[in-house]
């Protein structure tokens, strides 16, 4: 199993609506956790951390729900420029070298 | 407002070339990183630096090498590229310390081919 799983797509939804992406991580001990936005081969940049409260951002919502295991990054009135790929990351308790990045969400809003 | 600047950005080696990439940071960042991203495998850490004169093995450090040259400057080498070492590299850098870990600032990625 892998550590960090992630739903590849692609999420093809029209502008305005609501789409929601789910991650999963093994390691119960695992203490941050990310969303960070890639654009089509560009870098990495950090969206949101996730809380244990659930956190939000405008129209981005992050959850977290520690006995399944899961983070979510729900994505409210979809925009065109929203079209990215979405990564999960996860920080492990013990280091701050452990970080384990999913393999990433495509969203592409269409017109 | 460079952040972190990765040279080159595209390269095209052959099998048994040697290179080496050069990242820098601007933002007086303690940790700095070397990924590599691959389709289909996600961001992979090759080596990282915590500190200045620190350097320790990620997940996939076999072919590689780097050094922390201070603490603005952290290279990867490739001693014999192989074409299993096709892939981006992205280095990134962090506040991290004492154990606290800091948004990642990405490069913009460096392309690399082994033919």
């Known amino acids: 199993r892998k550590e960090v799983e992630q739903d590849p797509g692609p999420f093809n939804v029209p502008e305005g609506a609501t789409v929601a992406f789910n991650c999963t991580y093994s390691n119960s001990a695992s203490q941050s956790f990310f969303w960070y936005r890639q654009d089509c081969r560009k870098e990495p940049k950090l969206l949101m951390s996730v809380y244990s409260s659930g956190n939000e951002d405008g129209r981005f919502t992050a959850q977290l729900n520690r006995a399944s295991q899961y983070i979510s990054l729900l994505i409210r009135d979809s925009k065109l420029s929203d079209s990215a790929t979405y990564l999960c990351v996860v920080k492990e308790s013990w280091g701050y070298q452990k970080v384990t990045f999913g393999t990433g969400t495509k969203l592409q809003v269409i017109p | 407002n460079a952040g972190v600047t990765q040279t080159p950005k595209f390269q095209v080696l052959k099998t048994g070339q040697s290179m080496t990439l050069q990242c820098a940071q601007d933002?007086?960042?303690?940790?700095m990183y070397w990924y590599r991203q691959d389709p289909g495998m996600g961001l992979r850490l090759i080596y990282y630096s915590a500190s200045e004169g620190t350097t320790d093995k990620g997940e996939v450090p076999n072919g590689y090498n780097v050094s922390r040259l201070n603490k603005r400057e952290f290279s990867l080498r490739l001693e014999s590229a192989a074409p299993s070492q096709t892939s981006v590299y992205f280095c990134?850098?962090?506040?991290?310390?004492?154990?606290?870990?800091?948004?990642?600032?990405f490069g913009e990625g460096s392309r690399l081919t082994v033919l």
């Open positions: 933002m007086n960042h303690n940790s």
């Open positions: 990134a850098s962090s506040l991290s310390s004492g154990g606290v870990f800091g948004e990642l600032f």
